[in-house]
């Protein structure tokens, strides 16, 4: 009989992660390098689920902070500035994409990609020595923690406020015209001149629809 081939127990943070690029780097003056984009890879049998973790989130835009790869293919990971300030001016944050298999919730691996904004292209900070860089990023991201970025998952709208008082008074309005006696009626109390056409009422009654699917969209 044919022995079934079971792969192999991975242990927790020993899986390989193949990210590029390593480090994002923003332009304050360059509009189109606020939009980076994080390429994953998944050079294995199996598939991989992701998700992407940030010392700074409230900075960032995240496109799809959590999703799936595919065995032997890639996925893109938008990541947008949304906070080109000057105060943030050369500082290092840093993204954290953990990688677990389907059916698992504990981290296979893991890898950090650093993010930075700088004022020009034309104004290149000078390159430092590589010891010199390593001791600073360890020093910098010593007692950082990562958090979540399930809040920008997706491109954010902007929370609507409710109906405004002007659709609300006009939706008062084509209710009470509904309401009033058609015109032509004979047993009625209200003065003939509040008396509607049929006309008038379907225009009222079309116009409270629209409000209300605006309403319910709001």
Do not use: W
Not at 107 to 130: C, D, F
């Amino acid at each position: 009989m044919q022995q079934q081939h079971r792969q192999p127990e991975l242990v927790e943070g020993s899986l390989p992660v193949f990210v590029f690029p390593t480090e994002l780097v923003f332009y304050a003056d360059e509009q189109t390098s606020h939009k980076q984009v994080l390429t994953l890879y998944n050079p294995y049998e199996f598939a991989l689920k992701f998700k992407v973790l940030c010392t700074a989130p409230n900075k960032y835009t995240v496109v799809d902070a959590t999703g799936a790869v595919k065995p032997q293919c890639c996925v893109d990971i938008v990541i947008r500035h949304r906070d080109v300030r000057a105060c943030h001016y050369g500082v290092y944050d840093k993204f954290r994409l953990q990688v677990s298999e389907q059916s698992q919730r504990k981290a296979l691996g893991r890898k950090e990609v650093t993010a930075t904004l700088r004022p020009s292209a034309s104004q290149e900070p000078p390159s430092p020595r590589p010891q010199d860089e390593d001791r600073r990023m360890k020093e910098h991201f010593a007692d950082n923690e990562f958090f979540e970025q399930t809040t920008f998952q997706t491109e954010s709208r902007p929370v609507a406020g409710g109906p405004s008082l002007l659709t609300v008074l006009l939706g008062l309005v084509c209710m009470a015209a509904l309401m009033l006696p058609t015109l032509g009626e004979q047993e009625s109390t209200v003065p003939v001149y509040l008396h509607l056409s049929v006309n008038k009422k379907l225009v009222a009654a079309y116009v409270l629809g629209l409000l209300t699917m605006v309403i319910l969209r709001t």
